[in-house]
């Protein structure tokens, strides 16, 4: 017997509380008729031309994304503008949409907890921790120490190749033990005292001014954290598979597919 769009979103919302969303943040069902038939649900990271085109290939009644389309306040969805178009398409298409976003950072085996797994991070605590939530970002320790080098290499074995690569601030042959991580956007991070007490700090979208603080403070305090950028699509794709099983353990008869389309917005790169 199919299930009902509402009863893969009580599915969804019991696997990613929304109880564990960031205040700002504005993940759930974001369209759809909650008594509509849904047979296929379809993950990715961002829902955008590309993964709206994809889903409705498949013929999927749920596309269901990590990052809310309309997380910023919209005052129209006409289909004249980029967020309107894709809606419309969906509605059109019957395929609905929701978002889990930081209710699915926060969980265990949230995008944070997969990328430490798949690290092989022990012991890991969350960078904030936010109760029965769970918690932003990981803290664990490697195996064995390593070098900052080969810990990059690490990174670049486990996640999907973007154009921007992997890019580390610190001595390549530093060795570090005590890794700090989070999954997307994590400067806001940089001054946790988790993080600062780490041996290396990895995350996604690190600008400028941040890094180089952080930096100039860690070399004044005695050199660590040092700073890996990763790419902030690939840091949360490695969540979806993850994501796609728990579904199918929740709700046996949904047949669920993953999105191999690489949505980060980079394209290549010059080098000098």
Not at 17 to 27: I, K, M
Not at 211 to 229: F, K, M, Q, V
Not at 247 to 270: G, H, I, K, N, Y
């Amino acid at each position: 017997m199919p299930y009902s769009l509402v009863q893969v979103n009580t599915a969804i919302e019991s696997l990613w509380p929304l109880s564990g969303a960031s205040e700002w943040d504005a993940p759930g069902l974001v369209s759809g008729d909650p008594s509509a038939t849904v047979e296929r649900v379809h993950l990715a990271v961002d829902a955008v031309a590309a993964t709206v085109d994809e889903a409705i290939d498949l013929r999927a009644d749920l596309l269901l994304v990590h990052h809310p389309l309309l997380l910023r306040g919209v005052t129209s969805v006409a289909e004249d503008r980029v967020k309107g178009a894709l809606l419309a398409r969906l509605i059109r298409a019957g395929c609905g949409l929701v978002a889990a976003h930081t209710n699915a950072d926060v969980v265990d085996d949230g995008t944070s907890g997969v990328l430490a797994a798949r690290l092989g991070l022990r012991d890991t605590r969350p960078l904030e921790n936010q109760g029965e939530s769970g918690g932003i970002g990981r803290i664990g320790t490697l195996p064995a120490a390593v070098t900052l080098g080969r810990l990059a290499g690490m990174l670049a074995e486990v996640l999907p190749a973007t154009a921007t690569g992997i890019r580390v601030s610190g001595p390549y042959d530093a060795a570090v033990s005590t890794v700090a991580l989070c999954g997307g956007a994590g400067d806001s991070l940089l001054g946790s005292p988790e993080v600062v007490s780490a041996d290396v700090y990895i995350t996604s979208d690190l600008r400028h001014h941040p890094a180089s603080e952080a930096r100039e403070s860690a070399t004044h305090a005695g050199g660590t954290p040092y700073l890996i950028d990763v790419s902030h699509w690939a840091s949360e794709w490695l969540w979806l598979d993850t994501a796609a099983e728990a579904l199918r353990t929740a709700l046996p008869q949904l047949s669920v597919t993953v999105s191999e389309l690489r949505t980060d917005p980079w394209d290549f790169v010059v080098t000098q």
